[in-house]
């Protein structure tokens, strides 16, 4: 029977291999290495012609049935589970580009996806070129013969901005360009990255698939549609694998050797979290629209910045990529830092913590933290202003998070 919905592919995902004991979740193989029966089996596996685990840093049980689950909600050729989000975008870099190559990006990215780019990823001779995504002529001027990726953030953080992806990966196509979507904001059951052209996806799974913040892992999500032989650093792996070629190379070399591998246990964990994702993010979207709308009644903030808004100019674009669920988080300015800082301090129910899609709702004012390291100029020009909050919305009863969010503003002096 073929399977539809999105909840019951991830309950009803089988295993690899059946279990000894029948068990309804898949153990955790909290092991390193693997025995086999003879030397010759354990050469096929060391080269490939077997399938079977080696040593948990290159592939485990558990990981590999948290990978089969998002292959089989995503639909995609080749999934990668790693230790982090920021673990899933070096490795596809580094996977991709080689000394002399660019990207083209926007200035606005989550605070470490930037520094990799223009810092650590520069050490390696890659260039990273800053555009305005949403100028496609700007965009179209960037991109030349050595550019390999164009690469976005499918919901800005925190900047809550949002970009035509369709005709972003019409471009890029058109110049052979590979689309690479951080798609953490938008996750699985909201979002459909190949309708929009997108080859490769990474996502933060420490977010809301991790099932509550229980533990950091990233994803990488090969759909196998681009033609590796036009990426000079996949062209002999695209004649050897063919659409495989990213994910051969990604599994082959950069991933075992980089060594950012998930855990089983927190493989494990992700795995529940998945089982449950649709119900905590449509809760969490659903209290992001109805608590931006009742920000938006309050005098003493500025603006309110939250995509499903129908004021805000991302309503409609959100509503076409994403539907009725443009993300869980919301930003809203004060009149001064002093007066985001006091409001800050008084909440009694929501945390101040960095992290997004808890099932908590979190709060934290990004210019002094996530952003604290860049020049006060260097902020002002990625839109993350020393008046910004951000709210990570979780699944709280909606009444509790207005009171609270009500009576912080109340007793800000």
Same mark, same amino acid.
């Given at each position: 029977m073929e399977l539809k919905g999105f909840s019951t592919k991830v309950i009803h995902t089988g295993y690899a291999r059946k279990d000894a004991h029948n068990a309804l979740h898949l153990p955790i193989y909290s092991n390193a290495a693997f025995d086999f029966e003879t030397a010759e089996e354990m050469a096929d596996a060391f080269q490939g012609r077997r399938p079977d685990h080696t040593y948990s840093r290159v592939s485990n049980p558990t990981v590999e049935n948290f990978e089969k689950r998002v292959r089989s909600i995503t639909g995609a050729l080749g999934v990668t589970a790693?230790?982090?989000?920021?673990?899933?975008?070096?490795?596809?870099?580094? /996977?991709?580009?080689?000394? @002399?190559?660019?990207? =083209? #990006?926007?200035?606005?990215?989550?605070?470490?996806?930037?520094?990799?780019?223009? !810092?650590?990823? &520069?050490?390696?001779?890659?260039? #990273? &070129?800053?555009?305005?995504? #949403? *100028?496609?002529?700007?965009?179209? +001027?960037?991109?030349?013969?050595?550019?390999?990726?164009?690469f976005f953030e499918?919901?800005?953080?925190?900047?809550?901005?949002?970009?035509?992806?369709?005709?972003? %990966?019409?471009?890029?196509?058109?110049?052979? =360009?590979?689309?690479?979507?951080? !798609?953490?904001? /938008?996750?699985?059951?909201?979002? *459909?990255?190949?309708?929009?052209?997108?080859?490769?996806?990474?996502?933060?799974?420490? &977010?809301?698939? !991790?099932?509550?913040?229980? %533990? /950091?892992?990233?994803?990488?999500?090969?759909? @196998? $549609?681009?033609?590796? %032989?036009?990426? +000079?650093?996949?062209?002999?792996?695209? $004649?050897?694998?063919?659409?495989?070629?990213?994910?051969?190379?990604?599994?082959?070399?950069?991933? $075992?050797?980089? @060594? +950012?591998?998930?855990?089983?246990?927190? +493989?494990?964990?992700q795995s529940l979290g998945l089982e449950t994702l649709d119900l905590r993010f449509n809760?969490?979207? *659903?209290? %992001?629209?109805?608590?931006?709308?009742?920000?938006? #009644?309050?005098?003493?903030?500025?603006q309110v910045n939250y995509p499903g808004l129908k004021n805000s100019p991302f309503y409609d674009l959100g509503r076409k990529q994403f539907g009725e669920n443009p993300g869980a988080i919301i930003t809203f300015d004060f009149r001064s830092r002093a007066e985001s800082f006091r409001f800050l301090n008084n909440l009694q129910i929501i945390n101040r913590a960095t992290n997004i899609y808890d099932n908590r709702s979190l709060a934290i004012h990004p210019a002094s933290t996530i952003f604290g390291d860049f020049t006060p100029e260097t902020r002002e020009s990625i839109n993350v202003s020393d008046t910004l909050i951000r709210l990570s919305v979780g699944i709280e009863d909606i009444d509790d998070l207005i009171n609270d969010i009500h009576q912080a503003i109340e007793r800000i002096e």
């Amino acid at each position: 029977m073929e399977l539809k919905g999105f909840s019951t592919k991830v309950i009803h995902t089988g295993y690899a291999r059946k279990d000894a004991h029948n068990a309804l979740h898949l153990p955790i193989y909290s092991n390193a290495a693997f025995d086999f029966e003879t030397a010759e089996e354990m050469a096929d596996a060391f080269q490939g012609r077997r399938p079977d685990h080696t040593y948990s840093r290159v592939s485990n049980p558990t990981v590999e049935n948290f990978e089969k689950r998002v292959r089989s909600i995503t639909g995609a050729l080749g999934v990668t589970a790693l230790g982090s989000g920021m673990a899933a975008i070096s490795n596809t870099f580094f /996977t991709l580009t080689q000394a @002399g190559d660019n990207i =083209v #990006t926007s200035k606005h990215l989550f605070g470490n996806s930037l520094s990799f780019l223009t !810092s650590t990823l &520069k050490a390696f001779g890659v260039e #990273t &070129k800053l555009v305005d995504l #949403t *100028n496609f002529e700007e965009v179209k +001027a960037a991109i030349d013969e050595n550019t390999v990726a164009l690469f976005f953030e499918t919901i800005t953080n925190p900047q809550l901005e949002i970009v035509d992806i369709a005709v972003l %990966s019409k471009i890029a196509h058109e110049h052979g =360009v590979a689309v690479i979507a951080d !798609s953490t904001l /938008t996750p699985p059951n909201t979002f *459909n990255a190949p309708a929009f052209g997108v080859d490769i996806e990474v996502i933060s799974s420490t &977010k809301i698939i !991790s099932g509550g913040a229980t %533990s /950091t892992g990233g994803l990488i999500i090969d759909y @196998g $549609r681009f033609d590796w %032989s036009r990426n +000079a650093k996949l062209n002999d792996f695209a $004649r050897r694998f063919g659409p495989f070629a990213f994910n051969a190379k990604l599994r082959k070399e950069i991933q $075992r050797n980089l @060594g +950012a591998c998930l855990s089983p246990f927190h +493989a494990y964990l992700q795995s529940l979290g998945l089982e449950t994702l649709d119900l905590r993010f449509n809760k969490a979207a *659903n209290n %992001s629209l109805l608590l931006a709308e009742y920000l938006q #009644t309050e005098s003493k903030i500025k603006q309110v910045n939250y995509p499903g808004l129908k004021n805000s100019p991302f309503y409609d674009l959100g509503r076409k990529q994403f539907g009725e669920n443009p993300g869980a988080i919301i930003t809203f300015d004060f009149r001064s830092r002093a007066e985001s800082f006091r409001f800050l301090n008084n909440l009694q129910i929501i945390n101040r913590a960095t992290n997004i899609y808890d099932n908590r709702s979190l709060a934290i004012h990004p210019a002094s933290t996530i952003f604290g390291d860049f020049t006060p100029e260097t902020r002002e020009s990625i839109n993350v202003s020393d008046t910004l909050i951000r709210l990570s919305v979780g699944i709280e009863d909606i009444d509790d998070l207005i009171n609270d969010i009500h009576q912080a503003i109340e007793r800000i002096e």
